[in-house]
């Protein structure tokens, strides 16, 4: 049986409920605890925007060009890894998946075990009801913590095994193999795969040198001007 939520009363109740996400992430329309899974449909095929449904409420993704490398180029090497050991797919950062009903997610990349499709026959359907065994996020700046603690509550209670958390800001991550249980990966360290996919480690330099990706600098100060005016 479906989870009511009730609505909420203010604004800053729902972007609360949501993870404290910015505002201009919320759709208005349609009105918050009335969206459905057709509405994610709608509006990707009339605007090309790509939206997760979470309590009835439309919430645009928030990654650009800085995140899209990062994740575009860890699904390149998943690919090469599944390439040689045919364990299951790779979904990018448009696979929107049914983790449960009413909550609809766009991991930035996922695998899927084919132990989830029966005779290996994809589903056809635009949102299909699927629970990958790995979610990747790249954090960009519009994520906040509690979206993200949110998501990893999310995740993990749908049946979610390794979830990846990866900062291009920092070039580092987060390994959470459950709520409890997790681990920092430092700028020199591996995603590893463990037992959901076996023998797969990839080195973030690797990651980062292949994504062409740089640590953002931190911000200039102006110019002195010696004393002018």
């Known amino acids: 049986m479906t989870k009511l939520v009730a609505p ?22 349609p009105y ?13 095929a009339r605007e090309g925007r790509l939206c997760e449904l979470v309590d009835g409420v439309l919430v645009e993704k928030t990654v650009g ?9 860890l699904g390149y090497f998943l690919e ?11 979904l990018g950062p448009d696979g929107t998946l049914k983790l449960m009903p009413g909550l609809v ?22 949102i299909p009801d699927l629970v990958p065994d790995l979610a990747v996020e790249v ?26 958390l990866i900062d291009p800001a920092t ?12 681990a920092k990966i430092p ?5 590893v795969g463990g037992s959901v996919l076996p023998g797969f480690s990839l080195a973030l330099t690797t990651l980062f040198t292949r994504a062409g990706k740089q640590a953002r600098r931190e911000q200039k100060l102006p110019p002195k001007n010696n004393g002018k005016k």
Request: charged content about 35%; some cysteine; proline content about 7%.
């Open 139 to 164: 954090l960009s700046e519009g994520n906040t913590d509690a979206e993200m603690r949110r998501k990893l509550r999310e995740y993990f209670r749908a049946g979610v095994r390794l979830v990846w």
């Open 32 to 44: 918050p605890s009335t969206a459905t899974e057709q509405d994610v449909i709608d509006i990707e």
């Open 187 to 191: 700028a020199d360290g591996m995603l």
């Open 8 to 29: 909420a009363q203010t604004i800053a109740d729902l972007l609360k409920r949501l993870g404290d996400i910015p505002p201009e992430r919320v759709r208005a329309r």
């Open 105 to 126: 997610r766009i991991p930035d990349v996922c695998f899927i075990s084919w132990r989830k499709f029966p005779q290996r026959e994809l589903p056809a359907e635009p």
């Open 65 to 73: 060009y800085y995140e899209a490398r990062p994740a575009t180029t």
């Open 80 to 90: 090469l890894f599944l390439g040689e050991r045919d364990l299951g797919i790779v």
């Open 171 to 182: 070039r580092m991550a987060l390994e959470h193999k459950s709520l409890t249980k997790k």
